[in-house]
Structures are given as structure tokens and as C-alpha cells.
């Protein structure tokens, strides 16, 4: 299945690190396509995340290709850094593949108890650092990132009660949006979140 907006984000990847090795590029490019990503955009969040996955593809938000935390020599962000955050948001597509987007969005939807849905999250969340952190060790074997490139997610160190606000934040706007549709399905869910993260929401 073709990713769409895969060819032109990998292309802009080789413009910002023309260094980059074409074997580390075709890696990436096999990494995302497996995890069934149906797109993939980048654009200026409102919102301060960095990217945003949902059940139909991933959001980067344009500053992971010019964080302000870049050295001022390269004036670029961290590769490194920069590819922890992507391996961290598809890891969050097979996530989506493994489990069914209904599952994924259930914590949302469902009259699931708060706490136990934010201790999923985070347990969702802590599964894509840890698996981030381990595919970047991979590029340091492989010579593809220099020694000492290591990563660490912060999600583990998250609070609960952080994912229980977003919980409830998003039922909140839910029933406040209720008027408009129905959002307690995976395409209206979604699309509160792509509200979120969007700069100027389409509606
Ligand atoms: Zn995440």
C-alpha cells in the first residue's frame, strides 16, 4: 500500500541531511510503509506536539525539521532526535494495526473508567518510546547515527492524571460538539483530534 506524502517527506529528510546514507533512507522508507501509515503530513501545529498519529496516518509538526533546540552551527535540528520522533509516531501506526483503530480510540469513546484508560495510554505511549529508543540503537550499530546518539522517550515519567486531563478534555468536546455530529466513532474522533493539532481548522 502506498503511503501518500511518503516520496516527498523522505525527499525533504535528504535535503535537510544530504549526508544521510541511501541504506538508512530505504530502511526508514520500509519502516513506515510496513506500519500500514496511510499518509503522511507535515505542517505547523497549534497545538505544542511534536507529531500526532491517528488510524489513518501521521501529522509531524514542521518545527521536528528545524527545532529551535538545534545547534546553532548546523541550525538544524538533531538528526537523531528528529528520527526518534518519527519512529515513536509510527510506532504508534502499528499500534494501530495490531489492536484496530476502535481499540485504540476506546479510551476515548467508551465508558471505560478514566484512570484505567490513562494507565493504558501511558502504557501505549511508553511502548512507542521504548521502541523508538531501541530502533535508534539499531542506526548507531548499523553506522547510520553517530556513537552516543542515544535517545530517551519521557513518557515514562509522565503523570497520569496528564493523560486523564487529555481524557477528559477530549469527552468534554464531545458532548459540547455533539450538535454539530456524532464523534463517538473512530472518523469523528479523529477528527477532533486533527482540530487540536491543526492550525487553522477546516470546518
Ligand atoms: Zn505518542
Known sequence: MPVTGLDSFLERIENTWPK?????????????ENSNCGKIEV????????????????SFNENIFDHPSSSALSKRVPFAFFLFVVFHEIIHQYQFKKYSAEKMYSYYIDDIDVSTAAREIKRLEM????????????YIQRGWLPPGSDQKGHYRNAPEKAFEGLIHQIKNLIK???????????????????DMIRANPIK
Not at 186 to 193: K, N, P, R, T, Y
Open 43 to 58: 505542517f505547523k501545529f497549534k497545538h505544542p506536539a511534536l507529531g500526532c498519529a491517528l488510524h489513518d496516518g501521521v
Open 127 to 138: 511502548v512507542a518510546d521504548r521502541g523508538a529508543e531501541r530502533k535508534i540503537k539499531e
Open 20 to 32: 544521510l546514507s541511501i541504506k538508512c533512507l530505504d530502511d526508514l522508507r520500509r519502516f513506515i
Open 176 to 194: 459540547s460538539e455533539s450538535h454539530l455530529r456524532d464523534y463517538k466513532n473512530v472518523v469523528g474522533i479523529s477528527e477532533l483530534f486533527y
